[in-house]
Antibody, heavy 120, light 112 residues
């Protein structure tokens, strides 16, 4: 059974760096074709893809936020990470991580989401 | 970026009714490898999104076969043949042919 769980600071102030962790089980990020992606959703709004990291350490970012995003992984501990620098209120959202399989970027398992509020 | 336009934005259905949701892309989603990377997800109230269909028409394991997907190039459809109460929520199409990955704005299915 594949499970993912996001964790984060809950609340942070503008200009700070948001650090998120995705802890997963049921698969390995060292397995060919496996990846983890981050997606966010402001309250009551739609989904926005942020970044993906693959088994071979390939990384892809949404250009609209690319300069602020860093994705990484710790394969031995089954974790993936996302950092967003210089946050502002527009970054307030629920952040999801998802397992991604194959070239079609099929997001076949999602975490429960971590709520993040940026407020002064 | 590829823009995915979903219609209708809201859909109201009775139990047992069949409904369709349209997803139109601003660019062809046919990849150079011959596949078309258009997926459908459902987000039930208060829950995370879940995958229903991938690559236009492939049903994800465990998803009821009342869900089906079709389409090509720029026009895609999700059909629910016989809506059940558990189908309420917001349906999103998502494309992975072109970077960056993008989602449609969603179609909210309400049960009458």
């Amino acid at each position: 059974q594949v499970t993912l769980k996001e964790s984060g600071p809950g609340i942070l102030q503008p200009s700070q760096t948001l650090s998120l962790t995705c802890t997963f089980s049921g698969f390995s990020l060292s397995t060919y074709g496996m990846g983890v992606g981050w997606i966010r959703q402001p309250s009551g709004k739609g989904l926005e893809w942020l970044a993906n990291i693959w088994w071979d350490d390939d990384k892809y970012y949404n250009p609209s936020l690319k300069n602020r995003l860093t994705i990484s992984k710790d394969t031995s501990n089954n974790q993936a990470f996302l950092k967003i620098t210089n946050v502002d209120t527009a970054d307030t959202a629920t952040y999801y991580c998802a397992r991604i399989v194959g070239t079609g970027h099929v997001m076949d398992a999602w975490g429960q989401g971590a709520s993040v509020t940026v407020s002064s | 970026d590829v823009v995915l336009t979903q219609t209708p934005p809201t859909l109201s259905a009775t139990i047992g009714q069949s409904v369709s949701i349209s997803c139109r892309s601003s660019q062809s989603l046919l990849d150079s490898d011959g596949d078309t990377y258009l997926n459908w997800l459902l987000q039930r109230p208060g829950q995370s999104p879940q995958l229903l269909i991938y690559s236009v028409s492939n049903l994800e394991s465990g998803v009821p076969n009342r869900f089906s997907g079709s389409g090509s190039e720029t026009d895609f459809t999700l059909k629910i043949s016989g809506v059940e109460a558990e189908d309420l929520g917001v349906y999103y199409c998502m494309q992975a042919t072109h970077a960056p990955l993008t989602f449609g704005s969603g179609t909210k299915l309400e049960i009458k």
